[in-house]
Every structure is written in structure tokens, then in C-alpha cells.
């Protein structure tokens, strides 16, 4: 069986406060999600009717049965999540400033397990197979997870659609500036880059978008997606096509887990043959429909919130 998206990456718990404007020592009251950015995409896509799949690792411990249960209550196959023995699932935390202030606190001491995917156990075929394949950043920061996710990239060799999420966390690189070298093996295997200005910038050592989009496209790449923030999003594929959308207006609640409803709509667009500015023009309207929520895995549009605030031209 052939998956319309395979992620492979980041998962943990997220413990989001249920009461906003309030730093995190004051906080009476969590609320608990799944997260981590590529289980988040794939949430997201199934959202949207696509069958996804996630390679990940958990703890052997509640939280860890927790993610289990809550991938597959959102119909992401969890058959490539395996519990890493004497490792704690990982717990994020935030504080909610709207518009714009959403610190997060990462709780992945000693190790986190997601970065203990193994080459080996990989299922290079289903990988091989899946019409889109994504992987992220963070999966390169330590071994052997970088080791897996280059090996499940160099096997793939580009078959359908392979997405690299840039996905720059600085604080988990134990040196961020051996990051780049990384992310440009990573990228002569991939097909579509994703990333904000920070992220195209440690990948090229470029922060002008459309220079940013150009040595992305230069770097291996079919599609270059560079988010601008509250410029929108701008798009270049390798036949000179581009489209640059402007954000959708929203009254912006919790704005982490937009990213990654962002991803989980391209990939729809992009299996779903879109041009560049539909696709763009939806995935944006999915990111602001989440950063009009608090959470992030189970506020992921469906296809009908999607089209009403395309329509509607801003966020209800």
C-alpha cells in the first residue's frame, strides 16, 4: 500500500496553557496535545483526506501510549512509531502573548526519542513509495537520526514529491553552525524546501527571499516555498513559474502550530495538482485558521474551513 504522505521527525506532548496573557509561573491550567512538527503535518493531511503516515519515536511511558492513541484517533498510521526504552517522551511547553510572543519550552533531556530513528529500522520501501515524503531539519541534529534521514532520502532518490521542512531549532544542535553542510546533502535529494527567512538562511547562507528561493532552486530543488512572515508567502518552482500571497487576515490566538498546518495543506495541493497560487493561497488560509486556535494537532482545518476562509478572503 502506497501512502499519499509518509513524515518522518519530531513528536511530544504539548502542554498549552488555557489561559492567555499569563506567563508561564502563573499559569493555573493545560491543556495536553500532540505535537512536534512532522506528526503535525501529517495530522494535517489526513485532515484534509490524505492517508499519512509518521516515523517517530516515543518513550516507553504514558505520554507515549498518549501519542499512539491520539495519531490514530486522527487517522495517521502510527505503525513506524516504536517506544525508545529509558528515554522520556518529550513535553513542550508554552506561554500564549497574542499576537506575536509564543515562547516554547522544550523538555527533550537526555535525548529526546525521535532522534533515535535508526537506518536500519527504516521501511526504505514504504519510504520509497509514498507519493510524498517529508522530513525535517531537527532530523538531522544528532545521530542516528541524521544518518536515517539521509539514508531515507539518498534511497528514495527523489521518486514522487520529497519535502525538506527546514525546520531550524537552534537549540537542538549541539553546534549550530555545523548545521549548513547537513541541509545541503539533505537538499540534493529533496524535490519542494520549506522555510522561514531564519531557516533559508542557515540553509544558504541567503535572507532575501526571492535570492533565498533562487539558491534553494540552485541547491538541487524543484520548489522553493520561503515564508515571509507579514510579507505572506513567495513561491518559485524550476520552470520560472512564482507566486507571492499575501498573509490572510486573522485575529491570531496561538500561532505555533500554523507552520505546520501550512505543510499538511501544500502536500494536499501538491498531490491534488494546484498551481503555485492556489496552493499557496490555501495552505496560507489553513496556517491562519490554526493560529486562530490554541492548539495545534487537533485544531487542523478541514477542506470546507480551508475553502470559507479563501472565500471570505480572512479568518471568521
Keep these: ?3 499519499d504522505l509518509i513524515t518522518m521527525g519530531r513528536i511530544g506532548v504539548d502542554l ?6 499569563v506567563p508561564l509561573p502563573q499559569v493555573t491550567s493545560f491543556g495536553k496535545f500532540l505535537g512536534g512538527s512532522a506528526s503535525n503535518v501529517a495530522v494535517a493531511a489526513a485532515r484534509l483526506g490524505r ?3 509518521v516515523i517517530t519515536r516515543t518513550g516507553d511511558d504514558p505520554f507515549g501510549a498518549y501519542l499512539h492513541e491520539a495519531l ?3 487517522g495517521v498510521d502510527d505503525r513506524w512509531v516504536s517506544p525508545v526504552p529509558g528515554l522520556p517522551t518529550p513535553v513542550t511547553f508554552c506561554e500564549v502573548f497574542p499576537p506575536d ?4 519550552y522544550f523538555y527533550r533531556q537526555p535525548k529526546a526519542p525521535d532522534l533515535e530513528i535508526d537506518a536500519h529500522e527504516l521501511d526504505l520501501d514504504a519510504i520509497r513509495d509514498a507519493r510524498v515524503f517529508w522530513v525535517t531539519g531537527t532530523g538531522l541534529s544528532e545521530e542516528p537520526s541524521r544518518t536515517a534521514t539521509l539514508a531515507a532520502l539518498a534511497h528514495r532518490a527523489k521518486a514522487g514529491t520529497t519535502v525538506f521542512d527546514l525546520d531550524w531549532r537552534p537549540m537542538f544542535w549541539t553546534d549550530p553552525g555545523a548545521a549548513r553542510p547537513f541541509y545541503a546533502e539533505a537538499l540534493r535529494h529533496t524535490t519542494v524546501a520549506v522555510g522561514n527567512l531564519d531557516e533559508v538562511e542557515v540553509a544558504t547562507g541567503v535572507r532575501e527571499p526571492h535570492a533565498a528561493a533562487r539558491a534553494l532552486l540552485d541547491a538541487g530543488v524543484e520548489l522553493a516555498v520561503v515564508k515571509q512572515g507579514p510579507k505572506g508567502v513567495l513561491a518559485v518552482n524550476s520552470a520560472g513559474e512564482s507566486a507571492e500571497v499575501p498573509p490572510l487576515p486573522v485575529n491570531v490566538l496561538n500561532g505555533l502550530g500554523a507552520g505546520d498546518a501550512f505543510g499538511g495543506c501544500l502536500v494536499h495541493g501538491l498531490l491534488a495538482g494546484w498551481d503555485l497560487e492556489k496552493t499557496m493561497r490555501h495552505a496560507n488560509a489553513a496556517g491562519a485558521i490554526v ?3 490554541l492548539e495545534c494537532s487537533s485544531a487542523m482545518p478541514t477542506p470546507a474551513e480551508i475553502e470559507a476562509a479563501v472565500t471570505a478572503g480572512a479568518v471568521q
Design 51 to 53: 492517508q499519512a503516515a
Design 16 to 21: 498549552y496553557p488555557l489561559q492567555t496573557g
Design 1 to 3: 500500500m502506497a501512502y
Design 72 to 74: 490514530k484517533g486522527f
Design 291 to 293: 493560529a486562530s486556535r
Design 101 to 104: 510572543d509564543f515562547p516554547l
